[in-house]
């Protein structure tokens, strides 16, 4: 094609100008606006869809392996783009129930207790360790609604989790068996318990306080048979962790939770995800009382259950639980492997997407086109170049840079600007390449094993704690990354040598070789990315800014400020003009709603200290659970697609800086013994809840004392 300059940039010009400079002074709230975006899109994409199958595809000849392969391409293409339609076609609604909730907990709290509706808290668990489960067992106790109790699901039968829970007064349940996992290890649950209502938090998720005063008052509606809040970590996910990018990059699952579950519930499409929801009973016994266990998914299945019998799930975009992000890529994709697996087996099961009964929404809402298509999508965005290069196999036939430009470069411009419109600070195209091509290394074998096979695989648990972080790097990802990236970079070279070229046509090679440098750099954070960061704290620590005690073993009092704290020690900065203790002193520091904490200095710079807390199983260290977890400590994500990016790509130069070193941690509990077995058998201890005086002692401690008198013993 021969076009003048300005004829070949003005598509891409034109889409830029509308996406990136007239959009945004839309308001995405504004269903015209989002109509608008949405048809403009997909008008670009239509126009470089008809270039792409009659000018590329169709007029193929050649071998049938050469013909197959750009067949192939085309049909990968297509898939995603089937994916992207559906996304943009949610997008078309949202929801915000904020105001809402807000409404429903005003009510709530101006009933008398007794008219409050009863709700059983599950913490079903496994095999997480003793430092995961205390947190969700102290802030599940110390929710505010007066009419609960805290049942501990164990399925490992352990005589310390049972003396935990007795200790603090929650329930505690076991069976004679693990048959069907948490979903079986739920329903066994369900039969000794008797709740209206049934909230589930996985042994990592810590609800806050106000959770169900948040969440119960939806449920006046009687359509409403589940209601979902987002998943939101305290800790770094495995590409923040390993590529130093926790303050720059948000956590992985943001877009999911803060774009696309909005809106889905837009459609009544929401769906239950396993942890952090709140079930009415009723609506379950519609359904045979029990969570259904034919997909390892539990969840979605029963979100897909209760929505043929009328049932709805609601979404309120609130964090109020916060858990554990996957500690490491092994962690992570024992959690992504099971999520892809069940998707995949619903497709062959009466109540799955397929299934009678759905609306033709709902059916595209729940098909599991994002697993079909992920994996795929990636490997071929690095292998299609790769190819081509060493080949000369060409995915198109009679593309020019001409077309690229006047084709190809409007479509990626239209699509990200787009979803960058729809979900403003939760969509970062770079971030999401390279954790998609990270995923299809995993998750692309899932699928297609599940395809193949849809039964038998085994519930695996998601690792967390000490468990998650023990591999030092990921192999099986680090090192058929580095070879792509060395057959790309390798590949590029040879065809820059006119001697040694495979590409039959000089023309392209522009093309490929802009194609190979942005998958070197993905590549290049793959590899990264699978090399597991060395932890620099034993507990995630907090931001926070306020005044501190510290009673020093000579009788100072001193003060300051802290500015971070974890349940192992705190960072203080001592007011100008005092002494600082020595490292390794002893002494007591004064928390705000905790009380007096035998502590000791750990490292000491200028007026700077890092202070050790002493805290072993005791009042105080609940009150500081309760304080670190169980209120709203999450900042409002507001970064943009740009700064990530190049945050990112600003990274690349001080990859080679020196790993933190291990500090040491503070006295915690000794850990259980994890061998120890209770028998196989059914076995109920009721709750008797013994720190409902927590918020009062808490309150009593909100300030520091005026006076002093507790001396070292």
């Not at 969570?291 to 019998?309: A, F, G, M, N």
């Not at 201890?685 to 808490?698: C, E, F, K, N, Y």
């Amino acid at each position: 094609m021969t076009l003048s300059f300005a004829q070949l940039f003005a598509p891409m010009l034109g889409v830029f100008a509308a996406m990136y400079l007239l959009a945004p002074t839309f308001a995405v709230a504004r269903l015209w606006a989002r109509v608008a975006i949405f048809v403009a899109v997909w008008l670009v994409v239509a126009r470089y869809l008809e270039w792409r199958i009659f000018t590329t595809v169709l007029p193929a000849s050649g071998t049938w392996y050469q013909v197959g392969w750009i067949w192939l391409c085309l049909f990968v293409e297509l898939l995603t783009f089937t994916d992207q339609f559906i996304l943009y076609l949610t997008f078309l609604r949202r929801t915000d129930r904020r105001s809402e909730a807000d409404q429903h907990e005003r009510r709530l709290r101006g009933l008398p207790d007794d008219e409050l509706a009863s709700v059983d808290v599950f913490i079903p668990t496994y095999d997480e360790p003793f430092e995961v489960l205390e947190k969700t067992i102290t802030g599940a106790l110390c929710l505010d609604y007066p009419n609960f109790q805290v049942w501990v699901l164990d399925d490992g039968r352990r005589p310390w989790l049972k003396e935990l829970c007795e200790r603090k007064g929650a329930g505690y349940l076991t069976r004679s068996d693990n048959v069907n996992a948490k979903a079986g290890n739920i329903n066994h649950a369900l039969t000794m318990t008797h709740g209206e209502f049934f909230a589930i938090f996985d042994a990592d998720f810590v609800p806050q306080r106000n959770f169900l005063m948040r969440t119960m008052g939806f449920f006046a509606d009687p359509k409403i048979g589940i209601v979902q809040i987002p998943h939101a970590f305290y800790n770094e996910d495995p590409m923040q962790a390993n590529l130093g990018l926790h303050r720059g990059l948000p956590d992985e699952q943001r877009f999911f939770f803060d774009s696309i579950m909005p809106a889905r519930d837009g459609w009544d499409g929401a769906f239950c995800c396993g942890s952090n929801s709140v079930t009415r009973r009723a609506a379950l016994r519609a359904v045979g009382d029990s969570l259904p266990t034919q997909s390892i998914t539990e969840d979605i299945l029963l979100t897909l259950v209760l929505l043929r019998k009328g049932y709805v799930t609601r979404y309120l975009c609130e964090p109020l639980a916060i858990g554990l992000a996957p500690e490491s890529l092994g962690a992570f994709f024992v959690q992504r492997q099971r999520w892809a697996r069940g998707a995949i087996q619903t497709l062959y099961l009466a109540a799955g997407p397929l299934g009678p009964g759905l609306s033709l929404m709902h059916r595209l809402l729940f098909f599991p086109t994002h697993w079909l298509s992920l994996g795929l999508r990636a490997l071929m965005v690095v292998l299609v170049p790769i190819a081509f290069m060493w080949t000369g196999l060409a995915p198109v036939v009679d593309v020019t840079p001409e077309s690229v430009f006047y084709y190809l470069f409007p479509a990626i411009l239209a699509l990200n600007g787009g979803i960058s419109w729809f979900a403003p600070h939760a969509h970062f195209p770079l971030a999401a390449q390279v954790s998609a091509t990270i995923q299809s290394f995993k998750i692309l074998p899932t699928v297609l094993g599940t395809l193949v096979r849809p039964k038998g695989h085994a519930f695996r648990v998601t690792p967390k704690g000490a468990a998650a972080r023990c591999a030092s790097y990921a192999a099986e990802i680090f090192w058929p990354s580095a070879a792509l990236m060395a057959l790309t970079v390798v590949g590029l070279v040879l065809n820059t040598i006119p001697e040694w070229r495979i590409i039959d046509h000089p023309a392209a090679l522009p093309m490929v070789a802009f194609w190979s440098v942005v998958n070197i750099v993905v590549l290049f954070f793959v590899c990264m990315t699978s090399l597991q960061a060395r932890m620099g704290r034993s507990e995630e620590r907090f931001d926070v800014d306020e005044s501190v005690l510290i009673h020093t073993e000579t009788g100072e009092l001193l003060s300051g400020r802290m500015s971070n704290i974890s349940l192992s020690g705190a960072g203080v900065l001592l007011d100008s003009g005092i002494d600082c203790p020595r490292s390794g002193e002893p002494l007591r520091v004064h928390i705000m709603q905790v009380g007096w904490v035998d502590a000791m200095i750990a490292q000491q710079r200028g007026q700077l200290v890092g202070v050790q807390f002493k805290l072993p199983q005791s009042l105080e260290r609940d009150l500081l659970i309760r304080k670190l977890f169980t209120v709203a400590r999450l900042k409002e994500n507001s970064v943009i697609a740009w700064s990530v990016n190049r945050t990112m790509l600003k990274s690349i130069w001080s990859m080679a800086a020196p790993l933190p070193q291990l500090e040491t941690s503070g006295a915690k509990p000794a850990a259980p013994s994890s061998a120890e077995r209770l028998p196989a058998e059914s076995l109920v201890i009721r709750p008797q809840p013994r720190i409902g005086d927590l918020a009062h002692l808490a309150g009593a401690r909100s300030l520091h004392p005026t006076s002093f008198t507790r001396t070292f013993p």
